[in-house]
């Protein structure tokens, strides 16, 4: 489970998110969506403790990712915007490396990167260096090492970037599967369509702020129409005229 | 301590396989400029060597017109051809010749008859540093010629020649043949400290500036591991590199330098294994300092091409001192010593000129390098809290 309360965070004299408080459940899949811009990564980033807030508090399964980021750390698999791998290193070498990061011995670490590779589809490409490879492949092997240390939440920051049908297809069976298995997964994404097919929870994010958490239907019915789509420009709308003076 | 462990096993077999990385580290920095300065030094001494014997080939225009001067300067192996040419053209024939030209005026026999003084006139490209030796030795034979004539001139008149001769001064040349090579090998200390830093530099800026421009700092901050751990894992595999450039670097050295004629001067027997064991010890506590430092500049650039400018620039840093060194003749003593890098050279130098340097100052050579390893270390430990690192 992940919970955020009233985090705010400023770059100089940009603010960047101000006073987002969100909660995603486990076994469920949320999604943050907002236009770019709107604070989704700067939320994510806090939440896996590469930036620290200027205020407000955070918690994965109750770990506070400000008192014990380590801990926290342990308990989160992150696909980090752009997904980059090491291009030395085989897909494989990727996925154990991190393995070891996590503190797993070889023998678990060689078992997991191995049931990774055959359940993300990568046997094709998994001993290659992953100098070549298609952004597809460089996802699945970021998404794999994320997952190595068998994470109770998983945080990706615009997963579905720059893949094709086939690899969206695979992503989103997996994503199914882990909330399936009772994990929390919390993802940012720009497209609609997207967080309409997967989501089972919707946090509208604007300007840095939540301007709207709920399910989808929910969303639907509170901006009185039948499209995600709808509802989000009215939502985001609303949210801009209540701001102004 | 395992996740040090396994962050350098990491480092180590990226570097291993990334070809380039591994041309420049192991080959271009231990081999080619050993080789590149074996070459030139070796030139070096046998430029020294025909400068200063052997004959002189000196073309002579109008030698009619001073039979005798010449025949004193072929008792001293000047081997005379003579030409024709005015002094235009002898100006101009000089530019691009080997050798110096002698122009003899028409009035030199008259006015040395006459007891005044005879004009001669030597043209010669002296940017060229063999014909400088070669001017030198011919100027003197002149003066010496000259200086007989003056004195025959006083014996005639009834006068001691000796009044010529108010102050006799002697040279003594006390430099040992090991100090005169350790001149010429003033270039080595620089290349031996140059590669070795250099064969750090691609983790060092990996640690940073890499890791951040292919995408996987940010994951890699995501793992359960103490953030000073992951650099101290990257900084140990530069220091691995560096270690191994070094010791490629001194063996290369140690190998190649007896074959280039090295034992003219007196020094072959003073580089074998102890001395290029001494070197290594000597320059292995730097090595921190410099991993370390390469890591911290890294860290303030914005990308890998930037980085690679600064860090080269930094790679000059440690030269300084050496430069400073060689114009100033510095010597060592023990505030010197405590100039990292500037202490390496001394350690070197006393070394290959058969002098080691006391085990005080050695100590604070290593003290001092060590001791600022430290500081810049922990420095870059803290580099990863820094949210800048982003980018």
Redesign the interface.
């Known amino acids: 489970m992940i919970e955020a309360r009233e985090l705010s965070k400023r770059f100089g004299a940009l603010s960047a998110i101000d006073g987002v408080s969100l909660r995603a459940a486990d076994g469920r899949i949320t999604g943050l969506l907002g236009p770019n811009g709107a604070g989704k990564s700067t939320t994510l980033?806090i939440l896996?403790?590469?930036?620290?807030p200027d205020g407000g508090e955070a918690w994965i399964d109750g770990v506070s990712v400000l008192a014990e980021p380590?801990?926290a750390?342990?308990r989160?698999g992150?696909?980090?915007?752009?997904?980059?791998?090491?291009?030395?290193?085989t897909a494989r070498?990727n996925i154990e490396?991190?393995g070891?990061?996590?503190?797993l011995e070889r023998d678990v670490r060689r078992a997991r990167a191995a049931e990774l590779i055959t359940r993300l589809e990568m046997t094709a490409f998994a001993d290659r260096?992953a100098k070549g490879f298609s952004q597809g492949e460089r996802v699945k092997t970021?998404l794999a090492?994320?997952l190595v240390h068998q994470p109770r939440n998983v945080l990706l920051d615009e997963p579905t970037n720059g893949l094709d049908v086939m690899a969206v297809r695979t992503l989103r069976r997996l994503l199914g599967q882990l909330r399936d298995a009772g994990h929390c997964i919390l993802f940012s994404s720009h497209v609609m369509q997207e967080v309409a097919a997967l989501c089972d929870e919707v946090i509208i994010i604007a300007g840095g702020r939540v301007v709207a958490q709920g399910e989808p239907e929910a969303l639907k019915a509170r901006a009185a129409t039948a499209s995600l789509e709808e509802a989000f420009v009215r939502l985001i709308d609303s949210s801009d005229r209540g701001s102004a003076p | 301590m395992r996740a040090i462990w396994r962050v350098f096993g990491k480092e180590v077999r990226e570097t291993l396989r990334d070809r380039r990385s591994l041309f420049t580290t192991l080959i271009v920095g231990p081999l080619l400029i050993p080789a590149l300065i074996g070459t030139v030094i070796s030139l070096a001494i046998r430029h020294s060597g025909t400068e200063n014997t052997g004959p002189i080939m000196l073309s002579v225009a109008h030698a009619d017109r001073a039979p005798r001067l010449l025949g004193f300067l072929r008792q001293y192996q000047v081997e005379i051809t003579t030409v024709n040419t005015d002094r235009e053209r002898a100006r101009r024939l000089v530019a691009h010749a080997q050798g110096p030209l002698l122009y003899i005026p028409r009035d030199f026999g008259a006015r040395l008859m006459a007891g005044e003084p005879a004009p001669l006139r030597l043209y010669a490209n002296e940017s060229n540093r063999s014909v400088q030796g070669k001017v030198a030795r011919l100027s003197s034979l002149i003066a010496l010629y000259s200086g007989t004539i003056a004195r025959l001139r006083l014996v005639v008149r009834g006068l001691d020649p000796q009044l010529l001769t108010p102050i006799a001064m002697h040279l003594i040349d006390t430099s040992t043949p090991q100090s005169r090579a350790a001149l010429t090998l003033g270039i080595l200390s620089y290349a031996i400290l140059f590669t070795m830093l250099m064969s750090g530099l691609y983790i060092a800026i990996d640690t940073t500036a890499g890791e951040r421009e292919r995408g996987t700092l940010e994951p890699l901050l995501t793992v359960p591991v103490a953030r000073e751990q992951l650099v101290y894992g990257k900084l140990l595999a530069a220091c691995a590199m560096m270690l191994v450039a070094l010791v490629l670097t001194v063996t290369v050295f140690a190998i190649t330098l007896p074959h280039v004629g090295l034992a003219r001067l007196g020094m072959s027997a003073n580089f074998g294994p102890a001395v290029a064991a001494g070197i290594v010890l000597g320059c292995m506590p730097l090595i921190p300092a410099g991993a370390a430092l390469m890591i911290l500049v890294a860290s303030y650039t914005r990308s890998y091409r930037e980085a690679q400018t600064y860090v080269g620039l930094v790679l000059l840093v440690p030269t300084l001192p050496l430069i400073f060194a060689n114009i100033l003749g510095l010597a060592p003593r023990p505030a010197l010593m405590a100039v990292p890098s500037l202490s390496q050279h001394f350690i070197i130098m006393g070394l290959l000129r058969g002098q080691p340097l006391p085990g005080g100052e050695v100590a604070i050579s290593v003290g001092v390098s060590l001791a600022l390893g430290a500081v810049l270390v922990q420095l870059a430990g803290r580099l990863y809290r820094r949210e800048r690192l982003l980018g």
């Open positions: 980033r896996y403790t590469v930036l620290t380590l801990e750390r342990r989160m992150v696909l980090a915007h752009g997904a980059g791998v090491y291009p030395n290193l070498e490396y991190f070891a990061l996590h503190g260096p970021a090492r994320a």
